[in-house]
């Protein structure tokens, strides 16, 4: 499900996606592509606000998309692009997904499930963050 070429047509889709940002404060257009089991891509991209903290990352955007609009599938990878090469402190930290997102992919995608980044290369979730937060229920 996640070989070569089903990940570079999901990192084709979050390239794609960034044209369907909403970032007239940051300038900063990411795109972003989750791939679901039953084979279906379902892109996102970041929607800023006025009032800068409502922002949602492109990521968050195409993981609620894919949670809300095909519940009983599961997420088994995600690509993110960005134009980092626009902005001249350009590096690779810029183009890495923001912490808040890393958890939200831990709620949603296995340890192992790749995630490809534009300019960077693949990582496993895990690697991306190890300690995650988990809501484990203490007993009476
Ligand atoms: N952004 C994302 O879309 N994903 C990330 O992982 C980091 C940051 C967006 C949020 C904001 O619209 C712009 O990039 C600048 O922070």
């Not at 379902?42 to 009032?51: D, I, Q, R, T």
């Not at 134009?83 to 690779?92: E, K, L, Q, R, Y």
Request: some cysteine.
């Amino acid at each position: 499900m996640t070989d070569v070429s089903a990940i570079r047509r999901l990192a084709d889709a979050a390239r794609a996606a960034r044209a369907g940002a909403h970032a007239p404060y940051s300038k900063f257009q990411v795109g972003a592509a989750v791939l679901l089991d039953n084979g279906v891509i379902v892109p996102g991209a970041n929607v800023e606000n006025a009032s800068y903290g409502l922002t949602c990352c492109a990521e968050r955007v195409a993981m609620f998309a894919a949670r809300t609009q095909y519940s009983r599938a599961s997420m088994v990878a995600l690509a993110v692009s960005c134009g980092a090469d626009d902005f001249v402190h350009a590096g690779n930290h810029t183009r890495m997904p923001c912490g808040a997102c890393r958890q939200v992919m831990v709620e949603f995608m296995a340890p192992d499930a790749p995630i490809w980044i534009d300019g960077v290369g693949t990582h496993k979730l895990s690697d991306l963050l190890p300690t995650p937060f988990k809501l484990t229920r203490m007993l009476p």
